[in-house]
């Protein structure tokens, strides 16, 4: 059993099943109020990582599901060591076509929206896209949290006001397209340098007309 992360909303568990194989086991922190924490078994897409067991202990949700050690951000690591500036473009836009899918599902049907979608949480499995975290925050405790500087980079400036919106994903898949096909570029500073601005209560612009848009979750 190995810890995997932790945040002010919860944490993340490797842990070995009794068949020898691996399993996520994710504890989010007050879970058990979320309107859809029972059904999130029930949730099945092509491109979202598959939850087998929710329970509820007090307050908190906890949640069985499969595990895949292959994600984007690793991929992107691995082509950073190569001396690519990240992963091939035909490649990546696949991956984000495919995430958008998972998000317009979550969107559509349950009236989820992720809004802190990170390269870390974008599993592969036999080359597509596995959606390993599905956000499932209290939008009220988003100003409250604390805020790495990789995550204000990839996350639109509402959510940090606690307001979540099916565009707070969009805004983030443009976000990570960026970050895995060329790095910390100087648009990306300047993006992370907007971001901040906002967060400390100044007025952000960002123009958004270069980035790539999917269906459903588009401008």
């Given at each position: 059993?190995?810890?995997?992360g932790?945040?002010?909303?919860?944490e993340?568990?490797?842990?070995q099943?009794?068949d020898?194989?691996?399993?996520s086991?994710?504890?989010?922190?007050n879970?058990?109020k979320?309107?859809?924490?029972?059904?999130l078994t029930?949730y099945?897409?092509?491109?979202?990582l598959?939850?087998?067991r929710c329970?509820v202990?007090?307050?908190?949700l906890?949640?069985?599901?499969?595990?895949t050690?292959?994600?984007?951000e690793?991929?992107?690591e691995?082509?950073r060591?190569n001396?690519?500036?990240g992963?091939?473009?035909d490649?990546?836009?696949?991956?984000?076509?495919?995430?958008?899918?998972?998000?317009?599902?979550?969107?559509?049907?349950?009236?989820?929206v992720?809004?802190?979608?990170k390269l870390?949480?974008?599993?592969?499995?036999?080359?597509?896209?596995k959606?390993?975290?599905?956000?499932l925050?209290?939008?009220?405790?988003?100003?409250?949290?604390s805020?790495?500087?990789?995550?204000?980079l990839?996350?639109?400036?509402?959510?940090?006001?606690g307001?979540?919106?099916?565009?707070?994903?969009?805004?983030?898949?443009?976000?990570?397209?960026?970050l895995?096909?060329?790095?910390?570029?100087?648009?990306q500073?300047a993006?992370?340098s907007s971001?901040?601005?906002c967060?400390?209560?100044?007025r952000m612009?960002?123009?958004?007309s270069?980035?790539?848009?999917?269906?459903?979750?588009?401008r």
């Amino acid at each position: 059993m190995r810890r995997l992360g932790r945040s002010s909303l919860g944490e993340t568990w490797l842990i070995q099943s009794s068949d020898d194989s691996h399993r996520s086991l994710k504890l989010i922190y007050n879970g058990a109020k979320l309107h859809n924490a029972r059904k999130l078994t029930s949730y099945r897409h092509p491109f979202l990582l598959n939850w087998e067991r929710c329970e509820v202990h007090d307050t908190d949700l906890v949640v069985i599901a499969d595990w895949t050690e292959e994600t984007v951000e690793a991929e992107y690591e691995q082509a950073r060591q190569n001396g690519k500036p990240g992963i091939l473009p035909d490649t990546l836009l696949r991956y984000m076509e495919e995430l958008a899918e998972a998000l317009d599902y979550l969107h559509v049907k349950h009236r989820l929206v992720h809004g802190r979608l990170k390269l870390s949480q974008i599993g592969i499995q036999h080359r597509h896209v596995k959606l390993l975290d599905w956000g499932l925050t209290h939008a009220e405790q988003l100003p409250h949290q604390s805020w790495s500087l990789d995550n204000l980079l990839t996350t639109a400036p509402e959510v940090l006001r606690g307001q979540l919106e099916p565009a707070s994903d969009q805004f983030s898949l443009a976000a990570l397209y960026l970050l895995a096909s060329a790095g910390h570029s100087a648009r990306q500073r300047a993006m992370r340098s907007s971001v901040l601005s906002c967060a400390a209560g100044r007025r952000m612009r960002f123009r958004t007309s270069a980035l790539p848009c999917w269906n459903g979750i588009s401008r």
